[in-house]
């Protein structure tokens, strides 16, 4: 079934609105339920009547009668069919009443609109006066309007190829206006290694049949190309030759990048998914080996677990191009302090995805150390963390970051073993091609990374 998509209920645009109240013929929405949501003048005109918005239902008629003379009811009218039936009809024909008396045989043509969900939101009618318009007329004006209004590029040729109509869409999709284009092959606009399509179309179209939708990739006149989704439906004369095509193009861009994108992040998703298990597995090993209960070794681990899903949201937040240094020390020391007794600068770096996740398990050791023995577990301390680029002498970039406490207590040996000392020492800094120190004070413990920036940073190129 052939239907329009719509993207919601109501009154069309402002645009539309103009276009519609322009229209020499009745046209008229309604809602799913079949609620009157707009009718133009012409509307009006014909019915000789001004239904009330939202209200009145399935057509604005004062009465409808049969073309018989026998009164319809108005759930009874084509407008009521199609949304009942949930199709479109065609040309469906009434009469209609007006309060002075007078009788005005129309047809109806109700097309029913959808979301781009494919839901049922309501419906279009097209309402011709029989008295004035033979139907031919009436095909004529109704698919002219379809044309003209349509966000899709709407071309005919002639059974040669030679392009014969060109509406508005076209010209924004292509670039041709239509003085460039009426009269030319259809060619132009089909890439060399693509003309084989043109050659089995015609094919096609000589034999009536219709060509559904399939995607191709078409040529502007700038040179550049355009991914379309292209029917072509044959044209035929009054007595039912076939003598041309119509073709309906229509801009697939948006959905082939959001294809690209998708592919791209499941691909990154999975690799980074089979990267924390590695991470996980390794935790449950070390975390094993230093816990004294079972019930000990199921807290830690589950703390863990919660620090790589925080830096997990980060990266799914930002679709995996990354995070930056500040928000990845805001998400893992959250849970521990008020912001004020952590301070956090230096310059904005975007970290690579694989840097988000194994500084994100080092802040969490250095928070939960510090909630435990250290600065956090007392009023009055201070986390300081600081981070700069410099250059190593042989030119390369080096990203170097320090945590540092102050004003906290004494710490004890509890603070240098554990799984915690492995991540800091170990386990972070070699996944980032660098070196880590940890150090212990009287008044805290301090943490420091070096690494070359490119095992750090994410590049443009990593975030396309």
Known sequence: MD????????LPGAQTVDMMQALPVAVYTTDREGRISFFNEAAADLWGHRPVINEDRWCGSWKLRHLDGRLMAHDECPMAIALREEKDVCWGR???????????PFSAHPVLLRNAAGDLVGAINTLLDL??????????????AIVESSMDAIVSKDINGIITSWNDAAERMFGYTPAEAIGRPVTMLIPTDHLDE????????RAGERVPSYETVRQRKDGSRIPVSLTVSPIRDGIGRIVGASKIARDISSHKESERRIRLLMREVNHRVKNQY???ISMIRETSKQASTPAAFLERVRERILALSESHDLLVNAEWRGATVAELVE????????????????????????????LGIAFHELATNSAKYGVLSHPGGQVDVEWAVTAAANGEEIFGLVWRERDGPPLDGETRRGFGSIVLKRIAPQALGGTGLLEFGERGASWTLEAPLRYVKNSPDDMD
């Open 3 to 10: 239907t329009i998509q719509h993207e919601g209920i109501g």
């Open 94 to 104: 009434a009469i209609a009443e007006r309060p002075n008396g007078e009788f005005i």
């Open 131 to 144: 008295r004035t318009q033979t139907m031919a007329d009436e095909a004529r004006t109704r698919l002219a």
């Open 198 to 205: 043109e050659t089995s179309i015609i094919s096609r179209i």
């Open 278 to 280: 590695s991470v996980i």
């Open 331 to 358: 998400a893992q020391v959250r849970a521990f302090a008020v912001q004020s007794r952590v301070s956090a600068k230096g310059p904005v770096i975007m970290l690579k995805p694989n840097a988000v996740q194994y």
